[in-house]
């Protein structure tokens, strides 16, 4: 098992930035990849950004050039540093960590609210 917890959400007006942070503990000995989703109002959750062990990273379209994934080398964290956020990024933030055996374990989650 592998506890998550996220920080760093809040409300920042358009143009703002925010740093979303993600500790985890428990057994992480097999974790090959790590990411943020989230999920807005209405809609079905979507995969933001993945960072994989070997440090490539994806991103969906809507945040190419905005939102930039990492994690340290410990394996224990993972970090999206979003930048430029408009009012469509307003969602819940997830952030997730993959185990070669189970799949993805994700946090509760944070609110990230972009609004003038």
């Known amino acids: 098992q592998v506890q998550l917890v996220e920080s760093g959400g809040g409300l920042v007006q358009p143009g703002g930035s925010l740093r979303l942070a993600c500790a985890a503990s428990?057994?992480?000995?097999?974790?090959?990849?790590r990411a943020w989703s989230r999920q807005a109002p209405g809609k079905q959750r979507e995969l933001v950004a993945v960072?994989?062990?070997?440090?490539?990273?994806n991103y969906v379209d809507s945040v190419k050039g905005r939102f930039t994934i990492s994690g340290n080398n410990a394996m224990n964290s993972v970090y999206l540093q979003m930048n430029s956020l408009k009012p469509e990024d307003t969602a819940v933030y997830y952030c997730?960590?993959?185990?070669?055996?189970?799949?993805?374990?994700w946090g509760q989650g944070t609110q990230v609210t972009v609004s003038s």
């Open positions: 428990g057994n992480i000995l097999n974790i090959n990849a």
């Open positions: 997730g960590f993959s185990d070669l055996a189970y799949g993805y374990f």
């Open positions: 960072i994989k062990s070997d440090g490539r990273t």
